[in-house]
């Protein structure tokens, strides 16, 4: 194995990990719920309440039930691992942003209940990889943003709020996470892996007469 390869495989085990990582926070708080009967639900968002604003930190780690946590962990692992290995160290960043502003921007147009679960974040990872690979020219995180809309391409319709008014689903906090993805999707475009440069035919025409001109100044040497 060349340097080359131990890098890649290095950057994969770590993305991987922070993946896992993220993913299983949200496990560890709903078990230790159900394990000392604690209603860690009473902490989630609560619109354009002071006290809500706490929701904006907690609630990707609150959900209702074990399947509301089941449907929501693998897509969140999936995009995590995606963000991590693909943006390296700057993908901290980028996930605190889209942390901060799905919650925030649920906080400001969501309905007078309490919001909670990760598919806010979800959905505003999904919207960033999308868009991200709609808009930069590099093959994998293409590939990558084919992979999301084909395993999530359901996921537009969550942002209808006549499909969910008199249900629990919070579609504010799909809304809010399909908006700060895109945001910032643009905002780090000149971020990532950069798309292969391929030399246009007119660079490779000067090329080829400029290996000519080399060729025919050799062979006049060699003659003298």
């Not at 085990?13 to 394990?35: D, E, F, K, Q, Y």
């Not at 692992?77 to 605190?96: E, M, N, P």
């Not at 690979?133 to 943003?145: L, S, Y």
């Not at 643009?186 to 798309?195: D, I, L, T």
């Amino acid at each position: 194995m060349n340097e080359e390869e131990k890098v890649e495989k290095s950057e994969l085990l770590c993305s991987v990990r922070n993946a896992l990582i993220l993913t299983v926070l949200p496990w560890a708080v709903h078990t230790a719920g159900v394990m000392f009967d604690f209603n860690t639900n009473r902490y989630g968002l609560i619109p354009l309440e002071i006290t809500g604003l706490r929701g904006i930190f907690t609630m990707p780690f609150l959900h209702a039930n074990w399947e509301h946590l089941i449907s929501n962990t693998p897509a969140l692992f999936l995009l995590l691992f995606g963000l991590f290995l693909f943006y390296g160290g700057k993908a901290w960043r980028i996930l605190l942003y889209l942390y901060l502003l799905s919650g925030a921007l649920t906080w400001l147009m969501g309905r007078e209940t309490t919001h909670i679960g990760a598919s806010g974040l979800v959905y505003a990872l999904a919207a960033f990889h999308f868009v991200s690979g709609v808009i930069k020219k590099e093959p994998r995180q293409r590939a990558f943003a084919l992979l999301v809309a084909f395993l999530y391409g359901g996921f537009i319709w969550a942002f209808f709020p006549t499909l969910y008014f008199g249900t629990s689903i919070s579609w504010e906090g799909h809304l809010s996470g399909l908006l700060a993805g895109i945001l910032f999707a643009f905002y780090y475009r000149q971020e990532g892996p950069k798309p292969p440069v391929y030399p246009s035919l007119e660079e490779e025409d000067e090329e080829g007469e400029f290996q000519e001109e080399t060729t025919s100044i050799d062979s006049i040497s060699s003659s003298s």
